[in-house]
Nanobody, 115 residues
Framework: VQLVESGGGVVQAGGSLRLSCAASRSTSTMNVMGWYRQAPGKQRELVAVITVGGAGTNYANSVKGRFTISRDNANNTIYLQMNSLKPEDTAVYYC?????????WGQGTQVTVSP
């Protein structure tokens, strides 16, 4: 499975970005997909996850109410809508899924939020 993220960039604090993650195979086979992030000098942390039907979601406390994860199984893509961005959201954002017990990561996309 290949996961390709896009949509990162530089934005001012308070702005918005939408990240996309395109999978190389049907996402309807992937029970859970999600987003992690890693800031410089910090450990990788979970940002948000979503179940296959889209009804089940979970978020890190730091992004609740600002970020929304969604998925489009018809287009094999998941999204992360990020609003009210803060400088502390600056990180490389990674898409992740697990299929048949194997964890797959994307290459990451950089998000930089300026004060």
């Amino acid at each position: 499975v290949q996961l390709v993220e896009s949509g990162g960039g530089v934005v001012q604090a308070g702005g918005s970005l939408r990240l996309s993650c395109a999978a190389s195979r049907s996402t309807s086979t992937m029970n859970v997909m999600g987003w992690y992030r890693q800031a410089p000098g910090k450990q990788r942390e979970l940002v948000a996850v979503i179940t296959v039907g889209g009804a089940g979601t979970n978020y890190a406390n730091s992004v609740k109410g600002r970020f929304t994860i969604s998925r489009d199984n018809a287009n094999n893509t998941i999204y992360l809508q990020m609003n009210s961005l803060k400088p502390e959201d600056t990180a490389v954002y990674y898409c992740i899924t697990r299929l048949f017990g194997v964890v797959y990561w994307g290459q990451g996309t950089q998000v930089t939020v300026s004060p």
